[in-house]
């Protein structure tokens, strides 16, 4: 039963581009979550997804946005790169409506000079 | 807003010490309350969750009690290893979406376990 994966583990860019991240949630969850992790800081929540809608949505600004495909799996898009958005984006699967556990996949690591 | 505060680290103790690492959090409602466990090199792994006021959750020896009157979820162990050195998370989730709601995390706490 393979887990959350993400792609690509690392990636550099620089101020102003524009990236996309990818994830595909644990086998039978249809909800993603996004986070990002400053080093040496907790996980902060980016936006949820379920049924292909955005659900839920932390303090973000709108450079920061989302899709789900029909497989349940996700991309976080990031617009107009800063150095701050330097950090470990992590994807989290769940089911909605279920036992509220998150299964984490093993993150990107962005790079931004 | 939910917050989740947690001792700073890092936290250093010797092979089959006592450890507490405290937990206090600020919600609306009646959170879910949980630790994330991040060994060096892998991923968030939960590693404990309490739904309601006084449950108590445990997992690998591990466990917790959610206090609502001291609003705390403060992790313990009785004999730690070095195997358990890793970055610990508390976490909440205010369970205002129905579900699996997005978490709110306190800063981590850094552990080494000295042999």
New interface residues.
């Given amino acids: 039963d393979a887990g959350?994966t993400q792609s690509p583990t690392h990636l550099i860019k620089t101020r102003g581009q524009q990236v996309t991240l990818r994830c595909s949630p644990k086998s039978g969850h249809d909800?993603v979550?996004w986070?990002q992790q400053a080093l040496?800081?907790?996980?902060?929540?980016i936006?949820?997804y379920?049924e292909e809608e955005e659900?839920?949505r932390?303090n973000f600004p709108d450079r920061f946005s989302g899709h789900q495909f029909p497989n349940y799996s996700s991309e976080l898009n990031v617009n107009a790169l800063l150095l701050g958005d330097s950090a470990l984006y992590?994807c989290?699967s769940?089911?909605?409506?279920?036992?509220?556990?998150?299964?984490?996949?093993?993150?990107t690591r962005l790079l931004v000079l | 807003g939910n917050s989740v505060t947690q001792m700073e680290g890092p936290v250093t103790l010797s092979e089959e010490a006592f450890l507490t690492i405290n937990c206090t959090y600020t919600a609306t409602g009646y959170p879910s309350l949980f630790w994330y466990v991040q060994y060096p090199g892998e991923g968030l792994q939960l590693l404990l969750k309490a739904t309601k006021a006084d449950d108590k959750g445990s997992n690998k020896g591990f466990e917790a009690t959610y206090r609502k009157e001291t609003t705390s979820f403060h992790l313990e162990k009785g004999s730690v290893q070095v195997s358990d050195s890793a970055v610990y998370f508390c976490a909440l989730s205010d369970g205002s979406g129905g579900g699996a709601d997005g978490l709110t995390f306190g800063k981590g706490t850094h552990l080494i376990i000295q042999p």
């Fill in positions: 959350v909800t979550s986070y040496g800081q907790g996980p902060q929540f936006f949820q379920y659900r839920q932390g992590l989290a769940s089911l909605r409506g279920g036992t509220e556990t998150q299964y984490f996949g093993p993150g």
